[in-house]
């Protein structure tokens, strides 16, 4: 079973800010936390990870909590391209294996 | 261009005729896995290998075989394909480190069995 929950979907306008919430009460010290995307049904594409601090890169930024029991993905500036299922995953830094569940379908509206 | 590549893309068959999905990576990635995709299921992990000449089972591997001859290369291999083996297949690779480095997929291939 996957150890993270997100919401099945989520609407967003296009030029807003998409927050995607996942919640892994369970998550283990050394596990990280991964976000990935799969537009209709493409291979999965990496966004961003983190361990407990806060992330940026050129796609998205990950903030999570202190506890690490929850984080949430943001799309500063959403466009109808980033309308896909995005996944949040957790795995350790030496244990290969991803435990998917089923994502949060998200839609960018005009 | 850093990929992964799979072949073929689509796929139709019938119930026991032996067939193999080919991937290959140019990244000299160490790791490299495949699963399957099916829906209300997520995706789910076949096989994995974290080297040349080592593989091991995912959560579904019945009915299935790989090799890992090469690092570049991990080929699927379906001895008797049945109708429950229809689905979509991708094939990953990424980095052996142990540092959370992210994995690069495949763009899939749906299989047929029928």
């Known amino acids: 079973d996957a150890k993270t929950t997100q919401p099945p979907s989520m609407d967003c306008a296009e030029g807003r800010a998409a927050n995607l919430p996942c919640n892994h009460s369970?998550?283990?010290?050394?596990?990280?936390v991964y976000w990935y995307r799969q537009i209709h049904s493409q291979g999965p594409q990496y966004i961003i990870h983190?361990?407990?601090?806060?992330e940026t890169n050129e796609m998205a930024s990950l903030i999570i909590t202190e506890d690490r029991k929850s984080s949430t993905l943001i799309l500063p500036h959403a466009t109808l391209r980033d309308t896909a299922v995005y996944y949040c995953i957790l795995n350790a830094g030496n244990n290969r294996k991803l435990i998917w569940g089923l994502g949060t379908s998200l839609a960018v509206n005009p | 261009e850093a990929q992964v590549t799979q072949n073929p893309r689509y796929l139709i068959t019938v119930t026991g005729k032996k067939l193999t999905v080919t991937c290959s990576q140019n990244?000299?990635?160490?790791?490299m896995s495949w699963y399957r995709q099916d829906p209300g299921l997520g995706l789910r992990q076949i096989y994995y290998s974290m080297n040349v000449e080592v593989t091991d089972k995912g959560d579904v591997p019945e009915g299935y075989k790989v090799s890992r001859k090469e690092k570049r290369n991990f080929p699927l291999i379906l001895e008797s394909p049945s109708p429950n083996q229809t689905s979509l297949y991708f094939c990953?690779?990424?980095?052996?480190?142990?540092?959370?480095?992210?994995?690069?997929f495949g763009s899939g291939t749906r299989l047929t069995v029928v």
């Open positions: 369970t998550i283990s010290g050394n596990e990280y």
């Open positions: 990244m000299n990635h160490e790791y």
């Open positions: 983190g361990l407990k601090n806060n």
């Open positions: 990953a690779s990424s980095l052996g480190r142990p540092l959370g480095y992210g994995y690069t």
